[in-house]
């Protein structure tokens, strides 16, 4: 029981993490950086979003044991698969003829996707299953030169917002917002949902 619990609450915080993301890609003010490289590459070369989260997640987890000098997580191909599916599920099924009109809706869409996204990632990290690359992206910058957090996810950023820069992806205000806004958002979120499968996985035992 403990597991399917566990499972549960990955499936569900990446449902919610993929809408998240497909709002803000539908708000027009501009996504998070790797999303928005993602987007791009969707435009510039062909293929969906979703695959794009796949391809471009593949390349960061041997990119991730070359910093760290350590086997490639290929169970996290898994996570990628699951989050690809779903964002394209969002974006391309269930919104595909949303269109947003006006700076109000750009707006309220916009911070519907970022709570989402915020709650969906608070959600999904509580399992401790292999984590989305990108995630990992940051400590592997840490371990291998050094860096303190806050320092080692502002260039994994960077890096994205340079490459979303060149294939034309969707930066804006939004971004900045994404940016600087998940990580203190997530920080709200994860004690509740902490202290929920806590309890779930109490009752289970």
Known sequence: MAL??????????????????????????????WDALNVGLSKSVGLTPGSWVVIVGIIMI?????????RPEIAAVITLLITGVLIDFWLLRVFDDLVVLGIIQKLAVF??????????IAIYLQPRFPLIPIDNFMVALRERFGLN????????????LSAAFI??????????IVTFAIGPLIQLFFPFFEKMLNKLLASAR
């Open 111 to 120: 911070l519907i996707g970022v709570i989402a996204l915020s709650i969906g």
């Open 4 to 33: 399917f619990y566990r499972i549960l609450f990955f499936i569900i915080g990446l449902s919610i993490l993929a809408f998240g993301v497909s709002m803000t890609i539908k708000a027009g003010l501009g996504t998070g950086a």
């Open 149 to 160: 957090l806050m320092v080692a996810k502002t260039l994994g950023e960077v890096f994205a």
């Open 167 to 176: 294939f034309k992806g969707p930066i804006g205000i939004g971004t900045l």
């Open 62 to 70: 041997f990119v991730n044991a070359a910093l760290t000098k350590k």
